[in-house]
């Protein structure tokens, strides 16, 4: 079963399993992430990224959020998810980022295609290039139904290969450097580069990934990558493929997030 998952991931570089939680345990979750209702980024939306929160937690007193710490790393080991991240890497792995957070109905935009791990599209990335091998492998866990237009992920498959391809040639030297984190600049440095990543993936892919996305105005409207899901639902994914996620327009949405990588 994991290895079948990992082999998908490393295919397609998304996978969906419907019903991976089961309902107590969807109810579990939720209740720990309707606790603090914390949005995307704030610090008590964040249960574990090193011990030194940990630590912190522990001075502060803040019992109840290391009991949920401790609650949702147990999770993960009874679900076995460092073991389907190590079957995708070939290679031991490091999950300590774990996440959940609310996100109430918005109407703002969407945030548009991109590939993650291209330093955010800096003209001059002025730190070094990192090595392309470490990337997160994301497990999101849908606590609440998500839909078109209503706070589901979007990915084109495939494409998590050419991005990997294009970190690593970067990193290689072997092609320059220019901007690729939105997605006309992703479809630029496939193109000045395109014999380099001919042979690295294949000219099927290149061709079929510059095919689809040729219209930016239907590519930004269409649904036609979108992953929607029923609460209890999770998607893995590798962070290189080209994705765009879209606020919840019909309900508040609730996810918890396991963050893995090689170690
Ligand atoms: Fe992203």
Known sequence: MNNNLAKEIKENGIVKIKNFLLPKELIRLSNIVNFYKAPKGDKESV??????????????????SLAHTYELAKFKKKKKLDQIARDFFNKQVNS???????????????????????????????????????????????????????GCMSYIPKTHKIA??????????????????????????????????????????????????????????????????????????DEGGIHRGSKPTLNDRMVIRYLIKPS
């Open 47 to 64: 249960f574990l990224t090193n011990f030194k929160i940990l630590s912190i937690k522990l001075l502060k007193f803040k019992f109840r």
């Open 96 to 150: 300590n980022y774990i996440d959940g957070y609310y996100s109430k109905v918005d109407n703002k935009d969407i945030l548009p295609w991109h590939t993650d791990q291209a330093y955010s599209g800096s003209k001059k990335p002025d730190t070094k290039f990192y090595n392309p091998d470490n990337f997160y492998l994301k497990f999101f866990i849908y606590l609440t139904n998500v839909s078109s237009n209503n």
């Open 164 to 237: 990997y391809e294009i970190r690593k040639g970067i990193y290689n030297k072997e092609i320059s450097y220019q901007p690729y984190w939105s997605l006309k600049d992703f479809r630029n440095i496939v193109k000045d580069n395109q014999n380099f990543l001919n042979k690295k993936t294949s000219s099927e892919i290149i061709e079929n990934f510059l095919k689809d996305t040729e219209f930016e105005d239907s590519i930004n409207t269409t649904n036609k990558y979108d992953y929607n899901a029923t609460a209890g639902t999770m998607i893995i994914f």
